[in-house]
Each structure stands twice: as structure tokens, then as C-alpha cells.
């Protein structure tokens, strides 16, 4: 829960994972830490992909977060989750992972005799149009180039486009994300403590055990972050700024963002979620599938702890 609170203002959630020997799938709620790193927000086993399963499993999902929806969700085009979605969590941004849609054009539009071409000029008019306006000219310019006007699969696209156009997602803060792959690196993450065998007793036992892993993961960037730095390139007053304030990892992101003209950047545009220097509430629950907690010292640090409280 209290990860979920620093860091489930954007999940991404996919469903593409068999867990156990009952066929039931594995339904992670994915997020970014600090470090960019994908943290498991919380999961579900679920039989069926309809609606009525999903809205279950989300509402289970928030109820169990506090009662706090994600401001932003990032999921691949199914209908059933949608409409989970939009009852569930209505205030919620709903982005479809462009990087699914895209992997359908081979399928969609290799009928045509001129796909070679019409691949390329789909992915520029998404990914080049920096504006609005932009992508409805290049749009329209594409569908009459290519004579696309009754293909229905990009019609629908078209109408769906303020959840997966880049120009039109741009409002939202979504940590960087735009695709579901993270939810398949977490099933990949998994495979070497599950598989289709595993009964439901053994998946709470080894899912606890590749938290530790994921705990661990994330104490050690921590460490490296507050005791190094990424290099400066350049030794401008921007850089050093992001050195001492962000993760290494985030640091080292914003190194190709040099403007000569610009020293500082104001307070407001230091995103907090990125930051070194927090103390993040989450590191300081004690966690059953922590192996600190196990300890004498650490049991006895928590009593001094609520007894200073």
C-alpha cells in the first residue's frame, strides 16, 4: 500500500501470463520507482477476461490501496478492460500502449500492395506530429495518399487517438511510460520463480520471495545514489543541478537535455517523484518478505521506534 501511494500515480496492467496449473492468469499492477525501475504495485489471479472480472479485480486492487485510483493507466486495446476501466476508475487516463498498436500494422494493412510504404508513413505521422493540429493534417494526408479510407481498423484508431497518439497524451504525466512492456519485463522477472505448475500455496510463497528481490533491487540504487554521482559532462549549472538533486539514473537521463542559455531550472519543475534526498514512506514499513524484519536488532528498533512515537 504504501509503495502504491509514492508511486501509483501511473500503472500499467496486461494479462498476458499463465501462473499455475489452474490456468488462471497473472495480473500485475506495474509502476516506476525513483529509479526508473518497474516495482509490482499488486496482482491478481483471475479465470476469466470479461468485464465483470476485471472491474472485480480493480476495485479489489483500490480498495487495497487506500481507496486511491492511478491517475493514469496504460493497458493494450482491450474493449472488456476498458469498460472496467471507465467504471471503475472514471477520473483515471486511460493510454493504450502504442507500441501493441503499432506491432498490429504487418497484420492490419500487409493486404495492401503498398505496405512496404505505408508502414514508415504510419510511424511518422504518430510519433513526428508534435501537435494536434499536426496529426490531423498528416492523418488525413496519409488515409487519402494511401486511399485508407474504409479500412476499418485504423478508422477506430482514429477515434480512439486521445488514447494513444502521442501529441494528444501529452497533458499527463505518465513517468516516462507509453507501453506495457514493463508488465512482460515483470512476467519475465517471475519466470524464474513460477511456472504453469505452481499451485496457489506455492505462488504466495515464491511471489513474496521475488519482492525480497524487487526490495533489494531498489535499497541498492539507493545506496549508489546517495553515496555517488553520475559525471558531468559539460559542469553547467543545469547539470550539477540534476546531479545533486536526482537519482543516478534519472541524472544521467537528463545529461542529453543541455541548454546553454539556461542554468537552473525553477523549483516547480524539480519533480519530487525523482529525487534522491526523499524519504520515501514506503522504506519505512517493515515488510514481511523484508528479511531485515526478521532479525532481533530490527524487531527491537521497531519497538524503540513506537515507543519514541
Known sequence: MATCKEFGDVVTFNITYLVNKYDMSFAPFVGVNHHGQSILLGC?????????????????????????????????????????????????????????????????????????????WLQSVVY???TKDEFEDTWEMFIKKY?????????????????????FVKDVFLAGMSSIQRNESMNSYFDSYINSKTTLKQFVEQYENALVRNVDNEKNEDTKSSQSYIPCIIEDGIENQFQNTYTNAKAKEFQVFHDKGIQRVPNKYVLRRWRKDVKWF????????????????????????????
Request: glycine share 2%; charged share 30%; hydrophobic share 35%.
Open 128 to 130: 513526428d506530429s508534435l
Open 282 to 309: 514506503h522504506t519505512k514499513i517493515r515488510i514481511n518478505y523484508d528479511n531485515s524484519s526478521r532479525t532481533i536488532e530490527a524487531r527491537r528498533y521497531d519497538n524503540m521506534c513506537n515507543l519514541f512515537n
Open 44 to 120: 491478481g489471479l483471475i479465470s476469466h477476461e470479461d468485464t465483470k472480472s476485471f472491474s472485480w479485480l480493480f476495485k479489489t486492487w483500490m480498495t487495497c490501496m487506500w481507496g486511491c485510483a492511478p491517475k493514469a493507466i496504460i493497458t493494450d486495446q482491450c474493449m472488456t478492460m476498458k469498460n472496467a476501466i471507465e467504471d471503475i476508475f472514471p477520473k483515471t487516463r486511460h493510454r493504450w500502449c502504442i507500441w501493441h498498436i503499432l506491432k498490429k500494422v504487418l497484420e492490419k494493412l500487409e493486404k495492401y500492395d503498398t505496405y512496404k510504404s505505408i508502414s514508415p
Open 147 to 167: 486511399e485508407l479510407r474504409d479500412n476499418e481498423w485504423l478508422h477506430e484508431l482514429y477515434l480512439e487517438r486521445n488514447r494513444w497518439v502521442p501529441a
